[in-house]
């Protein structure tokens, strides 16, 4: 899937979050909002097993 794609959904507002991903939230102390602004703003970069 690609970040583009990802970004569409996160703006059309058609997701959901695992009960594992809202653990690891609240564990981290984000709110959905700061989640939301890392997928459409931020800049990704692959890692090293994703580099060919």
Do not use: K, N, W
């Not at 991903?21 to 909002?33: C, H, P, S, V, Y």
Request: glycine letters at 4%; a negative charge.
């Amino acid at each position: 899937m690609r970040i583009e794609h990802i970004r569409g959904q996160v703006r059309a507002g058609h997701y959901l979050y695992s009960q594992h991903a809202d653990i690891e939230r609240q564990a981290d102390e984000l709110t959905f909002a700061q989640i939301e602004e890392a997928l459409l703003h931020y800049r990704l970069y692959p890692t090293s097993s994703q580099v060919c």
